[in-house]
């Protein structure tokens, strides 16, 4: 059973920096993507930025520039840097990881003050 656990959320001012980390254990294929969704309240779950085993990156439109996601060396580890943080980046943040299911974090909550 595989189990992720993010780190890293909080209260930030807008212009603030934060950094989210996630570490998956259990039995975890090396051909994976790691990434980085989340929801507002009122509305539905959405991509924030995912990375593959081979890391290659995908970001929505939102946070490019903004946000960089990376891998830590052990590979079962993912982060997601965020830059330049908007009040509209307000949601609870789920760490993702996708092999040949999908397994979802807890989630950690990111409030950006304006």
């Known amino acids: 059973q595989v189990q992720l656990v993010e780190s890293g959320g909080g209260l930030v001012q807008a212009g603030g920096s934060l950094r989210l980390s996630c570490a998956a254990s259990?039995?975890?294929?090396?051909?994976?993507?790691m990434g980085w969704y989340r929801q507002a309240p009122g509305k539905q779950r959405e991509l924030v930025a995912v990375?593959?085993?081979?890391?290659?990156?995908n970001y929505a439109d939102s946070v490019k520039g903004r946000f960089t996601v990376s891998r830590g060396s052990a590979k079962n580890t993912v982060y997601l840097q965020m830059n330049s943080l908007e009040p509209e980046d307000t949601a609870v943040y789920y760490c993702?990881?996708?092999?040949?299911?999908?397994?979802w974090g807890q989630g950690t909550q990111v409030t950006v003050s304006s």
């Open positions: 993702y990881l996708n092999t040949y299911r999908s397994d």
């Open positions: 990375i593959t085993s081979g890391g290659s990156t």
């Open positions: 259990g039995i975890i294929l090396s051909i994976n993507t």
